[in-house]
């Protein structure tokens, strides 16, 4: 016996030649958007995921983008970048670090997080063109995450979701938004976390109106500076936006600067310098996880104080190593997490006492929840553990912000 399956098809997916009857009933002709498939019933579940893949494939960026008109990205304001004089547009430390730093460390500031790009257009449709130069993989990061884009539309004065651009390889073209009004807006689109950007377009309607920014927002004023992990970088999230410096960027309405480096946030002291660069106006070290107690005691007063030579005032955030939900049953790892909190906070004590009244500190607890449901792997947080980190950030920084 034959199964129907039956499925409501969108008229841009219907381009297929029908026959005047059906071969499997005598009801004549289907509607034209609607397509009749005769199926075995061993085969009607293979058909069904099949076609879901190429629907979400087709849905997630391959429609039709020949009609637009693209331009290369480097025409608008790039949001996070601290320095100027790096190797690329999209990357994240000074050139002058390359002969000095380790190598990890500087193949990692070439990948764009926390990068993105600020523009203005009244186009009904809007696209992205764009390619990476890793084309990188992970078996615990979505592929969204890692070098896909995100695009953010400001709405009543905030921030809202749009799209993201998934990426089908090396280079990648996505539709992100068709069929809107044609009311001007503000826009901001979020480069890949964890690969390079060797170009970038932004794909509008012919003619339509496209421009830089008129409204600052996020400020870019005197930056927030994030220093830190692959956490930082932004491992897990889902998508660029999620990352929590993205996030607070728009709670707070303030530009950030993502400093973080998978593995490698380990106080390297040519690092600070070049943060102390920065007209901040906070400075968050958040690098615990990649850093022994003998690097801690070596390394984090020093790192501090390169800081303040060029900062006595500026807000200073010490944020402790993470409660990962892997220490609740691993208790070496508890053992070690316990043994660096407790020394952080020997450190900021000591540093308050020789005078420094700028410290904050941050203590771990409950600062991703206690439910432990905020990995994907035991440590590297997913966007609820993003979500929850950056609720509990909020507060402090809006405090220091307000200074």
Known sequence: MKTILSLRLPSALMGVQRRASSPCTDRGTP????????LHPDLKLVFSLLLGMVLLSGWAGAAPTDSLEFRDASEFVLLGKGFEDTPTRYSRLPLSLESRTRPPLWSLAQNSAGLAVRFRTGSKTIACRWAVTGDVVMNHFAPTGIKGVDLYALVDGKWRYVNTGRP?????????????????????????????????????????????????????????????????????????????????????????????????????????????????????????????????????????????????????????????????????????????????????????????????????????????????????????????YTQNMVPLLRKLLRR
């Open 31 to 38: 509607p034209r958007s609607h397509l009749t498939v005769c």
């Open 168 to 388: 089908s390889g090396k280079a990648s073209t996505a539709l992100l938004v068709d069929h809107m009004t044609g009311e001007e807006r503000e826009y901001m689109l979020y480069l890949p976390l964890y690969d390079g950007v060797s170009s970038l377009e932004i794909g509008v309607e012919k003619n339509a109106f496209l421009s830089g920014p008129q409204v600052d927002s996020p400020r870019r004023t005197k930056p927030v500076v994030f220093y830190g992990t692959s956490i930082t970088q932004g491992g897990c999230a889902s998508r660029p936006g999620m990352a929590y410096p993205a996030q607070l960027s728009r709670m707070l309405d303030r530009e950030t600067i993502n400093l973080g480096f998978s593995g490698n946030g380990q106080l390297d002291l040519e690092v600070a310098e070049a943060m102390a660069s920065i007209d901040a106006s906070c400075f968050v070290i958040d690098c615990l996880p990649n850093v022994t107690v003998a690097q801690m005691n070596e390394k984090y007063v020093r790192f501090v104080e390169i800081l303040r030579e060029k900062h006595p005032e500026t807000p200073l955030v010490l944020v402790e190593n993470l409660h990962y939900s892997s220490i609740f049953y691993d208790q070496y790892m508890a053992s070690v997490i316990s043994e660096e909190n407790h020394l952080l906070k020997e450190l900021f004590k000591e540093m308050k006492r020789q005078g420094d009244r700028h410290l904050w500190y941050v203590s771990a607890k409950g600062l991703t929840g206690s439910d432990l449901e905020e990995s994907v792997d035991g440590v590297h947080l997913t966007d609820l553990g993003f979500y929850r």
